[in-house]
Nanobody
C-alpha cells in the first residue's frame, strides 16, 4: 500500500510562485513514476508533469518553461515548482504514483487570482 500526501497549495496572485510537495510512504518510492495532475473547475483531470525513476521529466505544453518537477528518492518526496502562475492554473493538484497500478493523493487546492 502506498500513501501520498500533498502539501504547499494556497492562494497566490498571478505571476507568483508556489511549490507543491508530495510525501510518499513505502520503501520502493524510487521505482515509481511520479506525476502531478490537476482538475480545474468544470474540467477533467489532466496531467501536468511526470518524472521517471531515472529523472526524465515530461511536461504538459501549458506549463512547460513555468513548472519544474523534481524528486528526492532519499526523502520519498516529489516536488512541483510552479512559477509565473496564471489564473487558468487554478485547480486541485493531485500527486500520482505509478508502478503496475496508480496511487493518488487527496489533492491540494491552488488558486491563482488575477
Amino acid at each position: 500500500q502506498v500513501q501520498l500526501v500533498e502539501s504547499g497549495g494556497g492562494l497566490v496572485q498571478a505571476g507568483g510562485s508556489l511549490r507543491l510537495s508530495c510525501a510518499a510512504s513505502g520503501s520502493i518510492f524510487s521505482i515509481f513514476v511520479m506525476g502531478w495532475y490537476r482538475q480545474g473547475p468544470g474540467k477533467q483531470r489532466e496531467v501536468v508533469a511526470s518524472i521517471t525513476s531515472g529523472g526524465s521529466a515530461y511536461y504538459a505544453s501549458s506549463v512547460k518553461a513555468r513548472f519544474t518537477i523534481s524528486r528526492d528518492n532519499a526523502q520519498n518526496t516529489v516536488y512541483l515548482q510552479m512559477n509565473s502562475l496564471k489564473p487558468e492554473d487554478t485547480a486541485v493538484y493531485y500527486c500520482n504514483a505509478n508502478y503496475v497500478r496508480d496511487w493518488w493523493g487527496r489533492g491540494t487546492q491552488v488558486t491563482v487570482s488575477s
